[in-house]
């Protein structure tokens, strides 16, 4: 591995799924190499596919050393695309302990991260009133709020970014526009809306 990040290999490289080494060492209840990938620059706050984190999924394997290493350094509170923080997919009384002591540290609003919808709606009721989008896509991934809403399911929030004159062919960095998000995640009133 050192190797391959010497010859410029990058560490957050995706498979088809999302996954990363850090997903797969999690998974793999490999705490050496997840700290190797970490200390080495790997994203603990990565998605897959389906908004998992590298938390969420050492989380629903209960595997509470890796756990207990990413809970200070990762978002405790990231939401996937079910709308579930790493705490909601814990099935250990020891493991649900842990996350609940680190969900209590200053600055942790989990109930605001599982109102994503709700705040999004917030925000592009703003830009429509004020009639100015400021919305930037994201660095790394290249999305933009109409890709969450449309691969979530989020209507309300289309119908506005749309009336605020959203792109809906922006492309993110895969390439993939809001109607490709919508169709990957099976959210047949998404596709109605952007159509």
């Not at 890796?66 to 923080?85: E, F, K, M, P």
């Not at 790394?140 to 004159?165: N, P």
Request: negative net charge; contains cysteine; glycine residues 6%.
């Amino acid at each position: 591995m050192i190797k391959l990040l010497a010859r410029g290999v990058d560490i957050n490289t995706a498979n088809v799924d999302g996954f990363t080494a850090l997903h797969q060492a999690c998974i793999d209840d490999k705490i050496d190499m997840v700290k190797f990938l970490v200390e080495n620059g790997a994203d603990v706050d990565v998605c897959d596919n389906e908004g998992w984190t590298p938390l969420h999924a050492t989380t629903s394997c209960a595997f509470t050393d890796i756990t207990q290493y990413l809970s200070t350094r990762a978002n405790i509170a990231a939401v996937n695309n079910d709308g579930n923080l790493p705490l909601d997919i814990c099935e250990e009384t020891k493991m649900e302990k842990l996350l609940l002591e680190e969900m209590n540290r200053p600055g942790v609003d989990a109930k605001a991260a599982q109102r994503e919808e709700e705040m999004m709606l917030s925000d592009a009721n703003q830009w429509l009133n004020f009639n100015c989008m400021t919305e930037r896509p994201h660095a790394k991934t290249g999305v933009v709020a109409l890709h969450v809403a449309a691969a979530k399911g989020y209507i309300k929030v289309m119908h506005l970014l749309i009336q605020t004159k959203a792109n809906v062919d922006i492309k993110d960095s895969d390439g993939w526009t809001p109607l490709n998000a919508a169709t990957h995640w099976g959210q047949g009133k998404s596709l109605q809306n952007i159509s």
